[in-house]
């Protein structure tokens, strides 16, 4: 057995840095994450260059305000922007795939999701971490926990554990996605304790927002953050675990669920 690293894994649906105010401030996004201060952090609906917020690259802004480096992929490309996801860390970092989850053919209006895999070196430890933003049908969600689940991302022989997955499922943990993941992985949330909801941040009713990890990661603590801030900065709130990368190297997924 490997000796132990430790790491702090954050996600985050930034609402676009659009408030429960109605008042567009990415600041306020950066200040949320300084708080919770994780190594590695996980952001879904950032705007880049759109008017509608100002026309500010969010990634790179509140990546330069933590001193981190970062990765981002559009999932849509709207007119004189885009709108996607990020993956930022001070550790060293290399992205391994980033590209558009399945949609559905006879519902072409909806809206395109994407998903980035990076891999993260935490001390001499690679560990792969994908990020996501799920879609608001029912259908296209599960088609999309099948595609993550399969060869080109978790379930790629190149996606050697230790790996966390995490992001917006917009589903909840009844469904068929969270089961689907649940088959393969370990949600972090429910392996801490008693877990809380996400979403909406004023007064959150709803677990949305996931950190599943493959089962040889120690999950030390998860909690959802519920600062002043926070439930100002954006609808949803920070879901933040603290873990422990224990895995000895050959290990692969099991079929096990939790108990």
């Known amino acids: 057995m490997r000796e132990r690293q430790s790491l ?3 996600t985050y649906n930034t609402h676009s840095a659009v ?3 109605g008042a567009i401030a990415p600041e306020r996004i950066a200040d949320v994450l300084s708080e919770c201060d994780p190594d590695i952090i996980c952001l879904q609906e950032l705007d880049i ?3 509608r917020t100002g026309s500010v690259d969010q990634a790179r802004y509140i990546a330069c305000q933590l001193k981190m480096s970062y990765h981002f992929h559009p999932a849509l490309h709207i007119a004189e922007g885009q709108y996607g996801n990020a993956v930022l860390t001070r550790f060293p970092m290399r992205l391994v795939r980033a590209g558009a989850l399945p949609g559905l053919p006879q519902r072409s209006r909806l809206e395109k999701r994407g998903a980035v895999w990076v891999e993260v070196l935490v001390q001499d430890r690679p560990v792969q971490i994908v990020t996501v933003h799920m879609g608001l049908n029912r259908r296209e ?4 926990a099948v595609a993550l689940t399969g060869p080109e991302w978790v379930g790629a022989p ?5 790996v966390i997955l995490c992001g917006d499922l917009n589903a ?3 469904s068929p996605v969270h089961r689907l993941f649940r088959a393969n992985m370990r949600d972090a949330h429910l392996a801490a304790g008693r877990p809380q909801a996400t979403w909406p941040s ?3 009713i709803a677990r949305i927002d996931y950190i599943y990890v493959s089962k040889d990661v120690i999950v030390r603590d998860c909690t959802v953050h519920r600062s002043r801030l926070a439930r100002l900065a954006s609808d949803h709130l920070p879901l933040l675990a603290r873990l422990e990368i224990t895995e000895p190297e050959g290990m692969r997924f099991t079929d096990e ?3």
Do not use: F, H, I, S
Request: hydrophobic fraction near 35%.
């Open 8 to 10: 702090t894994l954050l």
């Open 19 to 21: 408030g429960t105010d």
């Open 49 to 51: 260059g759109l008017r």
């Open 141 to 144: 969600r599960l088609a999309q």
């Open 158 to 162: 190149q996606c050697k554990l230790p």
């Open 172 to 174: 909840l943990p009844a």
């Open 202 to 204: 004023k007064c959150a």
């Open 257 to 259: 669920e939790d108990t």
